[in-house]
């Protein structure tokens, strides 16, 4: 969809599957991709490979959900990383595999950890860090933050730096700490931490999740859910129709 091939599994089959390449001793990356990483995916090449070579890619945004069931291969549903942020908090917990909280402003990573424990008593936490703005726009900036996430040995990371950034730094870190699984997970750190506030359930089935956000934060979301975003979900979701049209003519004739 958009350049952008998503695994079609559930949450629950994302955890086992992550638990399982854990006790294997491998690790992996975990992208979930909604229509503004569609949107920029589509537009850059790089970025569509820093998506596609994740080891999991899953369907953050409904919009991709309704996208693969125009084309005739739907996803089970949406898995956000704002729900496996708690669902691999509760794998690790059980397991005794520690994890990192990486990303939000000043101590939002802290009170995120907090959250977690409180709710899975045998999370270990081995670190949080919430780095400044634009730590990597030196490389002495990015080598600190890596050095950081590497000397805390987690087993699970959770990078809530926003895409790219966040994408970027977990393929750099994947080669240093090859047994770990990382998940971009973006606003989920705030989320957990009851900073952000997330969208009552009957709006996330409903698909409006990014109304709710864009009430609750008018001025950073606007410009990208209206005139950036908005213009390419009707762009792909027409797309995919025309494909599936195209393709079942084809077979009929």
Not at 46 to 74: F, H, I, K, Q
Not at 203 to 214: N, Q, S, T
Request: proline share 8%.
């Amino acid at each position: 969809m958009g350049g952008v091939e998503v695994d079609a599994v559930t949450e629950e089959e994302v955890v086992e599957w992550v638990g399982a390449e854990l006790e294997a001793g491998r690790g992996g990356r975990i992208v979930t991709p909604n229509i503004d990483i569609c949107r920029a995916a589509a537009t850059d090449p790089a970025l569509r490979e820093l998506v596609c070579s994740a080891d999991l890619v899953v369907a953050d945004g409904m919009p991709l959900v309704w996208a693969a069931r125009l084309l005739g291969t739907p996803v089970p549903r949406r898995v956000t990383g704002a729900d496996l942020i708690w669902s691999l908090s509760e794998l690790a917990a059980r397991r005794g595999w520690p994890v990192y909280l990486l990303g939000g402003p000043p101590g939002v990573a802290r009170k995120a950890a907090d959250e977690l424990m409180s709710c899975y008593p045998r999370l270990k936490v081995c670190g949080v860090h919430a780095p400044p703005y634009h730590f990597d726009a030196t490389p002495e900036g990015s080598e600190r933050v890596r050095r950081k996430v590497i000397a805390a040995q987690p087993r699970l990371v959770f990078v809530g730096l926003g895409f790219p950034r966040q994408d970027r730094l977990v393929a750099d870190l994947r080669e240093e700490l090859p047994g770990a699984w990382f998940l971009g997970c973006g606003a989920a750190i705030a989320f957990a931490a009851g900073t952000v506030p997330r969208a009552p359930e009957w709006l996330r089935r409903a698909g409006l999740e990014w109304a709710f956000r864009l009430v609750s934060e008018p001025g950073r979301l606007a410009r990208r859910y209206l005139v950036d975003d908005l213009p390419f979900a009707v762009r792909l979701l027409s797309g995919c129709l025309v494909t599936r049209l195209r393709r079942e003519r084809r077979a009929g004739s």
